[in-house]
């Protein structure tokens, strides 16, 4: 059993969390229009379920088709997979498990939301394959860990906005930016078997980078909101994630602490819903 939840991540919960902040960011949205009711809470909880099971279910297929890669590189050569404490056959029964729950509960939405919520399917089984051709997988995983963000605003909505589509970009910055300090962490043993990601191919400008990234991110927050209500004064809150996570970057020069730092981006969406909360409930 320890192994099955080593192989669904399920001791870190950064990952199911990071996706489930998107789908809540949508969810905040929506009461800048609507108001609060049961159905708001129960679709915030199915988002919640639904990023456990899919993150999981994607942690396992990245881990069959990077299952020989995994061997090579010292912080993956243990996994359940990589190192065969379990085998090809029960990932994928766990797999399609998973997909089967994740289904059931998308289909507690409307229809536009099942089917739109679909349309995404090629890209997710695509991203593990975009670090053998593309130093951008970032961009890739961001596309797809954000869609929760549309998802959510369609489960409630008949069409989408400007400003629900600059808040899924938001979200599609915020992502290329922690996912590139997570791939600090593989930087040596990725030039060795010639696997691509954007802390390669930066370098030196990698902290250059990361500042523009989630300056450009809270910007596309900040305007979303200004588009939905006049209520601008709550927007310096804003602030405040955006100066901790650079003064988060800034010491990681020395630290060298990657993984820590990509683990805060937590409290960053976290601290980005509390203020579309905020906003929403106030409007």
Same mark, same amino acid.
């Given at each position: 059993?320890? *192994?099955?939840?080593y ?7 950064t ?18 229009? !609507? ?5 708001w809470?129960?679709?915030?909880f199915l ?10 279910a994607?942690?396992i297929?990245?881990d069959?088709?990077?299952k $020989?890669?995994d061997k ?14 379990v085998?090809l056959r *029960?990932?994928?029964? !766990?797999i =399609?498990?998973?997909?089967? =729950?994740?289904?059931?509960?998308l289909?507690q ?8 919520? =679909?349309?995404?399917?090629?890209i997710?089984?695509l991203?593990?394959?975009a670090?053998r ?8 995983l ?6 929760g ?7 409630l909505? $008949?069409s ?6 600059l !808040?899924?970009?938001?979200?599609i910055?915020w ?5 590139t300090?997570y791939?600090?962490q ?16 930066l370098? #030196? #400008?990698?902290y250059?980078?990361?500042? =523009? ?12 909101l200004?588009?939905?209500?006049n209520?601008s $004064?709550?927007l ?15 010491l990681?020069?020395?630290s060298? *602490?990657? !993984?820590?730092?990509?683990?805060y981006? *937590?409290?960053?969406g976290?601290?980005?819903?509390l ?5 929403g409930i106030?409007n």
């Amino acid at each position: 059993m320890k *192994n099955y939840i080593y192989l669904m991540r399920l001791d870190k919960p950064t990952g199911f969390l990071l996706l489930f902040w998107p789908c809540s960011w949508g969810m905040a949205y929506n009461l800048n229009y !609507l108001q609060i009711s049961y159905q708001w809470f129960y679709f915030l909880f199915l988002f919640f379920i639904g990023s456990i099971l899919m993150r999981s279910a994607g942690c396992i297929y990245n881990d069959i088709v990077d299952k $020989e890669i995994d061997k090579k590189v010292e912080r993956t050569k243990n996994r359940p997979l990589a190192s065969g404490k379990v085998s090809l056959r *029960n990932a994928w029964i !766990l797999i =399609l498990t998973l997909c089967f =729950l994740s289904l059931i509960i998308l289909f507690q939405f409307n229809i536009k939301t099942i089917f739109f919520s =679909l349309s995404i399917i090629f890209i997710v089984l695509l991203y593990p394959f975009a670090k053998r051709f593309t130093y951008w997988p970032q961009l890739i995983l961001g596309v797809v860990f954000n869609f929760g963000i549309l998802l959510s605003w369609l489960s409630l909505n $008949e069409s989408f906005i400007t400003g629900i589509i600059l !808040l899924y970009l938001s979200g599609i910055f915020w992502t290329v930016g922690y996912d590139t300090i997570y791939a600090l962490q593989d930087i040596v043993d990725d030039k060795k078997i010639g696997v691509k990601s954007l802390a390669l191919l930066l370098d #030196k #400008k990698i902290y250059q980078f990361l500042y =523009l990234i989630y300056t450009v991110q809270i910007l596309l927050v900040i305007s979303s909101l200004l588009l939905a209500n006049n209520f601008s $004064e709550i927007l310096f809150l804003l602030s405040i994630p955006y100066l901790l996570i650079l003064r988060k970057i800034y010491l990681m020069r020395n630290s060298k *602490n990657y !993984l820590e730092v990509f683990q805060y981006n *937590n409290y960053f969406g976290f601290l980005i819903l509390l203020i579309l909360l905020s906003v929403g409930i106030f409007n």
